[in-house]
């Protein structure tokens, strides 16, 4: 089934920005706008959490933690899923992962690390 690639990411200064992106490459174009798919996260000695969504016809939703920071956006022609985070706190330090909604254990990918230095 593949996994998602992620990429982006690195270490950033509190209050500073990245942009981070997945790309799911062995599915068709028509079944990756059918999905609904999010940003996880896991950080140091914590649970994979959701950070943010965005539904097959673009709805979004995000964690209470990044609301206003975060964006989250969809091209289904790259298969590609980017997350926009700005105003980075040193709380948003983890390993961020693409999966779909409900997640799939098949799609879990090696993630990318993001740490934010105070």
């Known amino acids: 089934q593949g996994q998602f690639v992620e990429s982006g990411g690195g270490l950033v200064q509190a209050g500073g920005s990245t942009r981070l992106s997945c790309r799911h490459s062995?599915?068709?174009?028509?079944?990756?706008?059918?999905?609904?798919v999010a940003w996880y996260r896991q950080g140091p000695g914590m649970q994979r959490e959701l950070v943010a969504s965005?539904?097959?016809?673009?709805?979004?939703n995000y964690a209470e933690s990044v609301k206003g920071r975060f964006t989250i956006s969809r091209d289904n022609s790259k298969k590609t899923v980017s997350l926009q985070m700005n105003n980075l706190k040193p709380e948003d330090t983890a390993v961020y992962y693409c999966?779909?909604?409900?997640?799939?254990?098949?799609?879990w990918g090696q993630g990318t690390q993001v740490t934010v230095s105070s």
């Open positions: 062995r599915s068709i174009t028509s079944t990756f706008s059918a999905n609904d």
């Open positions: 965005i539904s097959s016809d673009r709805v979004t």
């Open positions: 999966n779909v909604v409900p997640q799939n254990s098949f799609y």
